[in-house]
Every structure is written in structure tokens, then in C-alpha cells.
């Protein structure tokens, strides 16, 4: 039996509307796919992007299961990918796409995935952020702040991260903020463009 996640299906048709808006053609790298489900939903709207699933080797049954049942030629992976050990896979990507994981990972992992976008990314490539932010160094929302706690209590390197913080770390990576969308239930979608690159001194 497949991994249902209800905050997929809540989500996917805002994310969808952002995403279409800047989505042509292309290959597409998802950082941490989690079930697969945000994939499979993403893969069948957008048949010109080929959507490779990345995440750690615990989660890939799961997304196997997704992958399996809705046979989509445009859809691939996964491939394993963990922030701070893995590489990403071979080839060019034109986008990347990461939803609810920077709040998982520590601010070292997230760090080590800025730095990895800088590198591997060319000219003009488009990253999406999505999930919570804090704006200032204050929640956005009280459920922000019960859920930052929630994380805190699960690993204490865990939590809602600062849009500042990860503002100015992709942009000493190599990238500019083209785009900061409000979200339904106090989510952001950051979207971030891969600056030409610029030789030092």
C-alpha cells in the first residue's frame, strides 16, 4: 500500500500554479521527494520537464511505490541524495525544486546544499524553496511557531529557518532572489536564478 501524505494533496495545486509560471522544458532535480507523491502529481501536469526524484536510500521504497503505479515516461529516479554526503546525479539540470526540507535538515546541511546549487547549477538555472519562513527572526504565524517547536523537540537541529539567512547564503552561492510567493497556510515559494558567472578580483 502506498505512503499517503494529506499535506501533499492540500499543496500541490498552489505549488503547481507558481511552478507552471516559470516551467517550460527541461530536466528538473527534486531534493528530497519524500514519498513521491509531490512527483508523480508534478510529472503528469508538466510532461515537457523530466522530473528526477532524489532522497535518502530509507525513503526510496516508498517512492518506488508512486513511481511504479502511474508509469509516467517524464518522471525518474530515485536517485540517492544525501545533503552533506551525496553528490547530485550526472547531468545537466536546468531547475531544482525542494519542498519542506530545509527545516528538516540542520543549518550545516542546508548550508552544504546552498553551496552544492552554486557549483553544480549553470547560468539562468531557476532552484524553488518551499515551506515556512521567518521573516526578521519573528514567525509569521503562531502555527509557525508551534511547529518550529514541535521540530525543536524532535532533533534540536531542526526549525524554521530565517529568509534572510537563506537569502544571503544562495546569494554568496551565486544566486539572486527573483521571487518571493506567499503560500497558502503560512508557506512561501523562495525562487532563486543562477547568476552569470563572475570571476573573482
Not at 538555472?125 to 518551499?130: H, K, L, Q, S
Not at 519562513?133 to 530565517?162: A, C, H, I, M, P
Not at 551565486?174 to 518571493?180: N, P, Y
Request: proline share 5%.
Amino acid at each position: 500500500m502506498k505512503n499517503y501524505s494529506p499535506s501533499v494533496d492540500r499543496n500541490k495545486d498552489p505549488i503547481l500554479e507558481v511552478l507552471q509560471g516559470y516551467l517550460s522544458q527541461g530536466r528538473l532535480l527534486e531534493i528530497g521527494s519524500g514519498n513521491g507523491q509531490h512527483a508523480v502529481y508534478f510529472a503528469q501536469k508538466l510532461p515537457r520537464i523530466h522530473w528526477v526524484t532524489t532522497d535518502m536510500k530509507e525513503n526510496h521504497p516508498a517512492i518506488k511505490e508512486w513511481l511504479k503505479e502511474a508509469k509516467i515516461p517524464n518522471l525518474h529516479g530515485p536517485e540517492q541524495l544525501k545533503v552533506g554526503v551525496d553528490d547530485f546525479p550526472k547531468g545537466v539540470f536546468n531547475f531544482v525544486f525542494t519542498a519542506n526540507t530545509l527545516h528538516i535538515m540542520s543549518w550545516k546541511e542546508a548550508k552544504c546544499l546552498f553551496k552544492l546549487l552554486g557549483k553544480r547549477l549553470r547560468e539562468d538555472a531557476v532552484v524553488f524553496i518551499y515551506g515556512p519562513f521567518n521573516y526578521g527572526g519573528e514567525f509569521t504565524s503562531t502555527s509557525n511557531e508551534t511547529f518550529d517547536q514541535w521540530l525543536k523537540d524532535r532533533d534540536t537541529n531542526s526549525g524554521v529557518r530565517n529568509f534572510e539567512d537563506v537569502s544571503n547564503n544562495m546569494n554568496k552561492a551565486g544566486f539572486d532572489l527573483l521571487f518571493d510567493h506567499e503560500m497558502p497556510s503560512n508557506n512561501r515559494m523562495l525562487v532563486f536564478k543562477r547568476q552569470a558567472y563572475r570571476p573573482k578580483g
